[in-house]
Every structure is written in structure tokens, then in C-alpha cells.
């Protein structure tokens, strides 16, 4: 197979390639953080946390968004290794002002409006912050407060706080688009589309590390095949912590993020479609109006400089207790689809998942992907989240109701389905079957509550003691009926 042995990528404007053999500097699990950092001209970004919390280490990736444009998203340089940037366009706090005629710096539009609105005060959070701000700027104009919101959640401030902040991106993004940016766009483009032509599968190895990154599924089912013990990652918000919080050795990875058959979201009559590549952020923009119980979920997942890196496939794979939409999917009856050398498997997320961390995948399979049933216009759906405080933050305890009433105001079907309760995220049955059939009352919901306890031992951490959670848990499944339930209805319909 042709095969490259570099990475090639836009930063300051040159195209860089990027052999790991002849540097001897890199490995492939080195950070686009410490790459930058590593270079005399780019040390505005920061390392704080190296988990992707604070946001001192924001850049922002633009690539061809196939309307003739660039899309610009903000990611944590500190979870993405160097080759996940092949074929973009890198752009740090360096790269955002421009220059006049007689090489005087001048700022651009969000860095003016931080400066004007005493934006910065330490600093240390500020280029991270212009990052965010550039790419809101780039992607909207006249945002609401909420959208401005959401875009600087994933950025930590404990000198200015954050009401100058905003105030300056909304100021900003006031500003027509006619940075040096959009000037140049046509000839980033064709730079991006000559780097993206190239779909030679990248093998790179140096000393114990080998890193493999096809770009058409033949190449990856064969590469999969061929090294059952690689590391599978789409987006890498997960694993990326194994070596920059655990210190972990990563020596074979398989690198999905190039292939475009695993990015799409499609929707028929009956049910939607996600690819295992698709972000979360793309989700989440599409199920607004199409599932909004999703949508709502996706919108306390991480920051959106995590989602807009962070895939379905790989937050199934990951399979966490606390997987944010994994108590969803179950309660949805989403299946996966699972691809092998000549063979296919659609297993319900349910089955999929086996224990803590544990997937039914075999060796020669990859996730393609996620198939989601359309609900029906009487289903209700709703999903929770409790955690320490309400942006960037895992769960403590999570859950999904799914529920179908008869006109008599009676049970039809249920499904309840929690997150961090268990090793898994796992239906409480028992409950389940409490309700079924029944009068959707407050004493039957009690009633039920006190079922869980047969379905859930969970564990004491940091986040919550064990009894502590057995509360939430109960309490979540009566918030559930208090959006739901009316007990004078049924008290009428038990007298007639």
C-alpha cells in the first residue's frame, strides 16, 4: 500500500510537513500543545490543566467546510496529537492579528474589543480566550449572549470574570468579517485541498511508537485486521488523557478521524443515522429541532472546543459509566453498527456495552455506525444530568426516561436507564416493571423509586457517596414525573 511517513499542515501561513523519523524532537503521541510550545514564535498558548478543563491551550482548526468555505473550530491543543492536524490549517493567538503596510502590528477585531472592554487582567487565560473568540467571530455575527456563553465555557477566568468577556464578543462579532482570514480564504483553500488530495494512508513509527491513519474504509478494515491491538480513536478527547494525565505508553494507534464515511448524519421516516466520526457539536446543531432530548444532553457535554473534537463512536467505545449519552441511547433502542472484512453487526447499544469499559467488539470490527430510532409523537423523553457544577463537568449521577402513556393515562411502556450507578450505564428493571400498565401516578413513581436499590450498588468517590447518589437517582425519577404527571387527572379518571 503507498503509505506517507509525514504530516503536512498549514501554520503561519506555509504549509509545514512534518517527518517524525528525521525531527527525532516528535513522537505521534506528542500534543499540537507541546508542538507549538516547542517553537520559538508560538508560546501564547498555555498549559494549565493538560486535560482540556481550562482552555489556556485554545487554538482554533480551520479546514474546507464543502460549501467553499473554511469552517473554524476551537479545540484543546493539549488532547490532539500531531498527525490528527494533517491536512488542516493550525491558527494560534500569534496568527490572529495582521499587520499594516509599514509591519506595525494591528489587532483584530476581538482582540481590540478585549483591550476596550478590560477583557484580561493576569493574562495567562487570554490567548486561549482570543482563540474562542476568533472562532465565534469567524462563525457568527450578532450571536445571542447564550451562544457567546457557550462558546467561552470551556475557557477558565478568575481575575476579570466573565462579563467583560462577553461584552467584548458580542461587541466583536458586531464587526463585519473582512479580517486577513477571509481575504486569504481562497488561497488556504487550494492549499487544504492539495494537502486533502493526498489519501496515501500515513504510517508513522518512530522507536516504540507506531501511529496508522487511512483515509478510505478498505484501508481501515485491512489496517484493523492486520493490528487488532492498535488503540481505535475518532476524536481522542478520551484517550488523549491516557498519556497526558496517566502517563500511559500508547505504542499502536489507529487513527479513524480521516475517514469520511464515518461523518454524516442521515434520517429516513423511521430512524437517524450518525456516522461513528461525526462531533458531537454537529450533532448536537442537527438534533436541536430533530431530537431535541439529545440536543439538550450534547449541550452540558464538555465545552465545545471537547465537542467539537469528540465523536458518538467514541464516547461508546469508551464505554463509560458515565457516559454522557449513553443512558439515551439505551433508552432510545439505538443500535450500532459494527463493520468487519466482508460482515456487518447492528447490536443495540444495551448489549453493545459489557461491563466497566468493556465492548462487544470483535478484533477485526470498527464502529461505523450509530442508528437511532425516530421517536413517535407520543413518546416522552426526557434526560438529566447532575454534576458538580452545570458546564464542563462528568456526570455524578445521569438519567433517561423513555415512556409511552395510553388515553387512560396508563403506563404503556417506560425505560429507565441511568449513568453512574452502576459499571455500566444499565435499565432499572424492576422499576420498570413497577410501573408498567399502571396508572402514571406520584405513589406508583414512589413506589418504583424504592425498587432501585435492586437494580443499583454504586460506588462512594469524589463526586458523591453511594447513598448520595441512590438519593439522586430517586429524586430523578420523580422530577421525571413532576414534568410529566398530573395526579388530579388521574384521581378524576379513578372516580368516573
Keep these: 500500500m ?6 503536512r499542515f498549514i501554520l503561519d501561513d506555509q504549509v509545514v510537513e512534518l517527518d517524525f523519523q528525521q525531527s527525532g524532537q516528535y513522537t505521534p503521541v506528542t500534543t499540537v500543545l507541546n508542538y507549538l510550545r516547542s517553537l520559538p514564535g508560538h508560546k501564547g498558548v498555555k498549559e ?12 482554533v482548526l480551520a479546514e474546507p467546510d464543502g460549501r467553499g468555505g473554511l469552517s473554524y473550530k476551537a479545540v484543546n491543543s493539549c488532547l490532539i496529537f500531531l498527525p490528527m492536524i494533517h491536512g488542516k490549517q493550525l491558527i494560534t493567538v500569534e ?9 506595525h502590528p494591528v489587532l483584530h477585531p476581538v482582540q481590540l474589543a478585549l483591550v476596550q472592554h478590560d477583557g484580561t487582567q493576569c493574562g495567562y487565560c487570554t490567548p486561549g480566550m482570543v482563540a474562542s473568540m476568533f472562532a465565534l467571530y469567524k462563525n457568527h455575527r450578532n450571536p445571542a449572549k447564550e451562544v457567546v456563553e457557550d462558546a467561552l465555557s470551556g475557557n477558565l477566568c478568575r481575575c476579570t470574570g466573565y462579563r467583560s468577556i462577553v461584552d467584548a464578543a458580542l461587541d466583536a462579532c458586531k464587526v463585519k468579517d473582512n479580517d486577513h482570514f477571509s481575504r486569504n480564504k481562497e488561497q488556504v483553500i487550494e492549499k487544504l485541498d492539495a494537502l486533502y488530495r493526498n489519501t496515501e494512508t500515513i504510517v508513522i513509527q518512530t522507536g516504540n511508537h507506531t501511529y496508522l491513519k487511512p483515509f478510505t474504509m478498505t484501508e481501515a478494515l485491512k489496517l484493523r485486521r492486520e493490528n487488532p491491538d492498535a488503540l481505535m480513536i475518532t476524536g481522542a478527547t478520551d484517550v488523549a488523557l491516557l498519556k497526558t494525565k496517566k502517563h500511559l505508553h500508547l505504542p499502536k494507534i489507529l487513527d479513524l478521524s480521516g475517514l469520511d464515511e464515518l461523518k454524516l448524519i442521515l434520517e429516513d421516516h423511521h430512524r437517524i443515522v450518525i456516522g461513528a466520526g461525526t462531533t458531537m457539536e454537529e450533532i448536537r446543531e442537527y438534533c436541536i429541532s430533530r431530537l ?25 467505545m469508551s464505554a ?10 439505551i433508552a432510545l433502542h439505538a443500535k450500532v453498527r459494527l463493520l468487519g472484512n466482508n460482515k456487518q453487526r447492528d447490536l443495540p447499544v444495551e448489549d453493545f456495552i459489557t461491563g466497566y469499559r468493556q465492548t462487544d467488539i470483535h478484533a477485526d470490527e470498527l464502529p461505523a455506525l450509530i442508528l437511532i430510532p425516530k421517536p413517535k409523537k407520543n413518546v416522552i423523553i426526557r434526560s438529566y444530568k447532575l454534576s458538580k457544577r452545570t458546564d464542563l463537568d462528568i456526570s455524578t449521577v445521569s438519567a433517561c426516561f423513555r415512556m409511552v402513556l395510553t388515553k387512560e393515562n396508563k403506563v404503556r411502556e417506560i425505560d429507565i436507564v441511568y449513568g453512574g450507578m452502576a459499571d455500566r450505564p444499565k435499565r432499572a428493571a424492576a ?26 450498588q454504586p ?6 457517596a453511594a447513598d448520595t447518589r441512590m438519593i439522586m437517582a430517586r429524586n430523578l425519577l420523580l422530577k421525571f414525573w413532576l414534568e410529566t404527571g398530573r395526579d388530579d387527572l388521574n384521581e378524576k379518571k379513578e372516580t368516573d
Excluded at 463509560?320 to 441511547?329: Q, Y
Design 95 to 103: 496568527n490572529i492579528n495582521e499587520e499594516d503596510k509599514d509591519h
Design 292 to 316: 431535541p432530548a439529545l440536543a439538550g444532553i450534547l449541550h452540558v457535554f464538555g465545552s465545545l472546543q471537547i465537542r467539537n473534537m469528540a465523536t458518538m463512536g467514541g464516547n461508546l
Design 2 to 7: 503507498p503509505v506517507q511517513q509525514s504530516i
Design 320 to 329: 463509560s459509566p458515565i457516559g454522557d449519552t449513553l443512558p439515551l441511547l
Design 48 to 59: 494549565g490543566c493538560g486535560q482540556g478543563d481550562c482552555g489556556a491551550c485554545t487554538v
Design 459 to 464: 460506588l462512594s468517590d469524589a463526586r458523591a
Design 431 to 456: 422499576a420498570e416493571l413497577v410501573l408498567k400498565d399502571e396508572l402514571w401516578s406520584r405513589a406508583l413513581v414512589e413506589r418504583a423509586a424504592n425498587q432501585l436499590e435492586k437494580a443499583f
